[in-house]
C-alpha cells in the first residue's frame, strides 16, 4: 500500500504528562484522514510530530516515504501546513501575504489562482487586518496550498468560523483532494469529519481508539437512531438495553443514549419502562447516529468535554 504517513509506537512526553501514548497510524496517498478527538486528545501533538515541529520521545515516522533527520529539506518543499492559529503581518496586502510565502518553495502555484481557489480574488490589495475571521482563515490555507503540496495539514481549520465560512473552507479541502493530493485533517466537528474525510482515527488521551470510514464507525453502534434521554428516577441499565431494538447503551453524565435499530418501537417502550418505574424523563431527543455518539459509546465522555 502506497502510504503518505506512518508510524509506529510514538510517544511524546511533558515532564509527567503523556501527550501521544505509543499511537499507531497510516495514512494512505490521496485520502482525507481525519484525527478525531477532545481537546488534549493529543491530535495536535501528533499532527506538529508528523510535520517536524516537534520531535517524539520514542517512535518510528515516516512521511511521503522520508524521515525528517534526513529529508527535512525535501520534505518542507512537498508539505502545506495550516496551524491551529495564524498571525499574519497586520500591514501586508493579501496578495504580498501570499506572494512571501510562495517565495519560500522552489515550485509552487500562481498567487492569483490560489487567490482564486479560495476565493480571495477580491481582496488582494486588503490589509490582513482588514479581513473577516472566515477571510483570515482561508488566506492561512492559501498560504499552505501556494506551494502545490502534495500532502497537505489542516489542524481544527473551522474553529470559531460561521457555518458559510467553514463551507467555503471544506470546498477549498475538496477540490485539493480530487487532484489525488493528501489530506491530514485534525477537527472536533462531527459533520466535518463525515463531510470531508474517508477515514477517521478517533484519538483519546494519546490513543487510537478505534479507526475506519465515517460509515463504518457509525455502524459500529449496531443502530442508526439514537435516544438520548435523562431519567429523574431509578431504572437500572439491564433494563434499558433489553428494551426492544436497543443494540448499545452508554452514559456520559446523567444522559443515557441507546443505539437503536427501529425508534417506532423502542421509545414507546422507553415510556412504559420509566412510567412503570416512577421514573421522569426530564429530557428526552432522538437523532441519526453520529460519530459524536461512537466517540460517547467509547469513552463515556461527550466530544468537546
Known amino acids: ?21 505509543g499511537l499507531d497510524l497510516s495514512v494512505r496517498r490521496g485520502e482525507c484522514f481525519g484525527l478525531l478527538g477532545p481537546n488534549g486528545a493529543g491530535k495536535t501533538t501528533t499532527v506538529e510530530i508528523l510535520e517536524g515541529l516537534l520531535q517524539p520521545t520514542s517512535g518510528d515516522v515516516e512521511v511521503l516515504g522520508m524521515r525528517w533527520a534526513r529529508d527535512e529539506r525535501a520534505l518542507r518543499q512537498r508539505l502545506g501546513i495550516s496551524l491551529q492559529e495564524t ?27 490560489v487567490l482564486d481557489l479560495v476565493g480571495l480574488s477580491d481582496k488582494r490589495g486588503s490589509w490582513t487586518e482588514k479581513l473577516s475571521g472566515g477571510q483570515k482563515q482561508r488566506l492561512a490555507v492559501a498560504c499552505a496550498l501556494v506551494s502545490d503540496p502534495e500532502l497537505l495539514f ?25 487532484r489525488g493530493r493528501t489530506v491530514l485533517l485534525t477537527t472536533h466537528y462531527m459533520d466535518e469529519a463525515e463531510r470531508l474525510c474517508d477515514r477517521v482515527a478517533v484519538v483519546d488521551r494519546g490513543k487510537v481508539i478505534a479507526l475506519g470510514t465515517p460509515a463504518e464507525l457509525i455502524a459500529s453502534l449496531g443502530g442508526q437512531q439514537v435516544i438520548e434521554a435523562q431519567l429523574d428516577g431509578a431504572v437500572a441499565d439491564g433494563e434499558l438495553s433489553a428494551l426492544p431494538g436497543v443494540h448499545r447503551l452508554s452514559r456520559a453524565g446523567g444522559t443515557v443514549s441507546l443505539a437503536v435499530e427501529k425508534l417506532h418501537q423502542t421509545l414507546p417502550a422507553l415510556l412504559s419502562l420509566a412510567q412503570s418505574r416512577g421514573a421522569a424523563l426530564t429530557q428526552l431527543s432522538t437523532h441519526q447516529a453520529t460519530l459524536e455518539d461512537v466517540f460517547v459509546t467509547l469513552t463515556g465522555r461527550q466530544l468537546r468535554e
Open 1 to 21: 500500500m502506497d502510504l503518505a504517513i506512518r508510524c509506529g509506537g510514538l510517544v511524546k512526553k511533558y515532564d509527567r504528562v503523556t501527550a501521544v501514548d
Open 87 to 113: 498571525h499574519l503581518p497586520d500591514k501586508l496586502t493579501v496578495e504580498e501575504v501570499l506572494t512571501l510565502f510562495r517565495s519560500f518553495f522552489d515550485t509552487g502555484r500562481p498567487v492569483g489562482e
Open 154 to 178: 489542516l489542524d481544527e481549520p473551522t474553529t470559531g468560523l460561521d457555518p458559510q465560512s467553514r463551507r467555503q473552507l471544506w470546498d477549498v479541502v475538496l477540490g485539493f483532494k480530487s
